[in-house]
């Protein structure tokens, strides 16, 4: 099953990014129950990550975080458009890695067998 499929496109879940949709900026942020991270911030956690995985696909040397917290970003209400948005399009960027990915290897295929 190609990346896209569990990124963008719709198959047996709902997509990440349009769990998202409708959320707003005062909804992501509110806290539930004590100790518990907010949307927001686990969007920001994944978001944190997801930037370093892209990052290495590139070619780039990332290092692992220096500690647990540094993969845990504080967010405001007001910070939240701009998180989903890059979360949305990092999602969009790993889809477009796994879609050149499939085209290299059946073209690696192609030229095995043709």
Request: aromatic residues 8%.
């Amino acid at each position: 099953m190609a990346p896209r499929e569990f990124l963008i496109d719709t198959f047996a879940h709902m997509p990440p990014g349009r769990i998202l949709d409708g959320l707003t900026a005062e909804e992501a942020v509110r806290r539930g129950p004590p100790r518990l991270h907010t949307i927001a911030e686990v969007v920001a956690h994944v978001t944190f990550w997801q930037a370093w995985f892209l990052e290495r696909c590139h070619g780039g040397a990332a290092p692992m975080a220096a500690s647990a917290a540094a993969g845990w970003p504080a967010v405001t209400a007001a910070e939240w458009p701009a998180l989903l948005e890059r979360f949305t399009a990092g999602l969009v960027e790993a889809a477009a890695l796994g879609d050149d990915a499939s085209a290299l290897f059946l073209r690696a295929r192609l030229d095995v067998e043709g």
